[in-house]
């Protein structure tokens, strides 16, 4: 390699000018000169509006993605909590769960109340499962959906909308059962399967806003053993059972909750 | 000139056609026998010169100074030239077999002399033959290395590559070329 190196350094290279060739292209360079000026006016000029649209654009978009819906969300905020009839809901408990900007209307979706999530109560505590059973029904309370005008700065119109209920597809059913099968012990006996509490979202959907349950991949799941009963949560994406609780001892004449 | 003064020049060319010239005047001969040492022809060599200086006019009002030579920019643009003419004539014409111009044209006695001042160097000529089989990426770094006596860091401005990058092409392509000889 160092004979070759050696070699490469110490070859002598030819120094050959054409000085006919050096005139002729010094003559043609100069003669375009002229020319091409007029043409790196006319790019640099169209250079720095094309930056400048660029800028323009970039900011139009960061406005009207980044800091405009947040500026109206904060605003369709302050319209609702001001509305007597929405006041009063968040008075009475209810929150304001999800905001939403179409077509220069917000949405607001209210939730007259916290939903309630089934739990079994604990029975050292409380009477017969049976008995209690009855109370501890979730309830579905209604939420309400605000349109804001946010040109007139006021709340256009409140509609109560009944949440749909979430219910098992029939391969979450097959996957619950066979979950249960594998981690609950055999003797038990399965008395519920509780689908998950679904929080409530707006979703725009072709220009309009849907009231839709965000679903969780999650069943609660109350068995029994002998006297003793108990609650887990099967976890569908995990395929397992977590969280299991022991609810308590029941009376025999309240079992099944018949 | 220094880069002060090149710097100078370089603005006043982007106003002024004869700054422009006295550009052109200083940077000639090196990018002519920049070309010439990669080609090995002269004709070629005109012809890629002369692309080369269009370029550079045609250009000029993106040039930005960096505090490097002018003739960077000038060898970066000779150096995409002589790429360009290798690609579109890969597999066309082998180099060695480029036709004498005297078969074509009737050249001024000018490029008859410079012809056979050109085969004088026979040495340099064997060499050349050699590198120029070697991929175009070996061929560029060798060239400027050892022919041009650039250095590693200059050599990465003209390319615009990485120093780290210019010392493993130019260990590859010697360790190509050296095989190359060995086997013939």
Redesign the interface.
């Given at each position: 390699m160092e004979d070759l190196t050696e070699k490469l350094e110490k070859v002598k290279t030819p120094e050959i000018e054409i000085l006919s060739h050096k005139g002729k292209l010094r003559q043609i360079l100069l003669s375009q000169y002229q020319r091409e000026r007029k043409n790196w006016l006319f790019f640099s000029i169209f250079q720095k509006l094309a930056f400048t649209g660029l800028g323009l654009i970039l900011i139009f978009f960061v406005f009207n993605n980044l800091i405009y819906p947040n500026y109206s969300l904060a605003k369709a905020r302050e319209i609702a909590l001001k509305d007597p009839q929405i006041k009063a809901m968040i008075e009475k408990g209810g929150m304001i769960k999800d905001l939403q900007i179409v077509k220069n209307q917000a949405f607001v979706l209210i939730q007259t109340a916290k939903e309630e999530i089934v739990t079994a109560p604990q029975i050292a505590e409380k009477k017969a499962l049976g008995i209690e059973e009855k109370a501890e029904k979730k309830e579905e309370r209604p939420v309400a959906l605000a349109e804001i005008n946010l040109k007139e700065e006021k709340v256009a119109k409140i509609e109560k909308i009944v949440p749909p209920v979430v219910q098992f597809t029939e391969k979450e059913k097959e996957k619950i059962q066979e979950i249960s099968q594998r981690e609950i012990p055999k003797e038990a006996e399965i008395k519920e399967v509780i689908p998950p509490s679904s929080e409530l979202k707006l979703i725009k959907k072709e220009g309009k806003i849907q009231v839709l349950p965000e679903k969780k991949e999650e069943a609660t799941i109350i068995y029994q053993i002998d006297k003793g009963r108990w609650q887990g949560k099967i976890n569908l994406k995990e395929e397992k059972l977590e969280e299991i609780e022991f609810l308590g001892e029941i009376e025999n004449n309240a079992t099944n909750g018949k | 000139m220094d880069l002060n003064e090149e710097k100078e020049l370089v603005k006043k060319a982007?106003?002024d056609?004869e700054a422009?010239?006295k550009l052109?005047?200083q940077y000639?001969?090196q990018i002519?026998?920049y070309i010439?040492?990669r080609v090995a022809n002269?004709d070629i060599a005109?012809d890629i010169?002369?692309e080369t200086?269009?370029k550079a006019?045609?250009n000029?009002?993106k040039f930005k100074w960096k505090g490097i030579s002018f003739s960077f920019w000038l060898f970066r643009i000779a150096n995409n030239e002589v790429s360009n003419y290798f690609r579109k004539n890969k597999n066309k014409i082998p180099l060695e077999k480029i036709p004498e111009p005297t078969s074509f044209s009737n050249p001024?006695t000018?490029?008859l002399e410079?012809e056979e001042?050109?085969k004088e160097?026979q040495?340099?000529l064997k060499?050349q033959k050699r590198i120029s089989k070697l991929e175009i990426k070996y061929q560029e770094v060798?060239t400027l290395r050892?022919?041009e006596k650039k250095k590693i860091k200059e050599i990465a401005e003209i390319l615009g590559k990485r120093e780290g990058t210019i010392k493993s092409l130019l260990h590859r392509g010697?360790?190509k070329?050296?095989k190359d000889?060995e086997t013939k």
């Open positions: - | 982007k106003k056609p422009f010239g052109y005047d000639y001969s002519f026998g010439l040492k002269l005109q010169c002369s200086f269009l006019l045609k000029l009002w001024s000018e490029i410079a001042k050109l160097y040495d340099f060499i060798i050892f022919f010697l360790e070329l050296r000889f």
